[in-house]
Nanobody, 122 residues
């Protein structure tokens, strides 16, 4: 499975960006997609995640500002980021959780994309 992320860039505080990530390859069951981020000197953290059923999870720091959505037909996830702050500056990494079925039961996989840089100047 390959994840192609796009949409990062340099913006000023208060502005918006929209990230996209498309999953391709051998995907039998796509359970969820989402975004993590990693800033220099900080631990990687979950930003937002959405399941195929539409359930969403957000980091407390982005609630009310970021919205995650998906296009199931395109295996693509979007992250609309509004009211950006300097502390949102990080590399944003797309993730996908998939599964397939074997005669011994389901197998689960977790994939990472290459990341896209988001820089917010204050």
């Amino acid at each position: 499975v390959q994840l192609q992320a796009s949409g990062g860039g340099l913006v000023q505080a208060g502005e918006s960006l929209r990230l996209s990530c498309a999953a391709s390859g051998s995907i039998f069951i796509l359970n969820a997609m989402g975004w993590y981020r990693q800033a220099p000197g900080k631990q990687r953290e979950l930003v937002a995640r959405i399941t195929t059923g539409g359930s969403t999870t957000y980091a407390d720091s982005v609630k009310g500002r970021f919205t995650i959505s998906r296009d199931g037909a395109k295996n693509t996830v979007y992250l609309q980021m509004n009211s950006l702050k300097s502390e949102d500056t990080a590399v944003y990494l797309c993730i996908a959780d998939t599964a397939d079925l074997t005669d011994r039961g389901p197998r689960f996989f977790h994939y990472w994309g290459q990341g896209t840089q988001v820089t917010v100047s204050s």
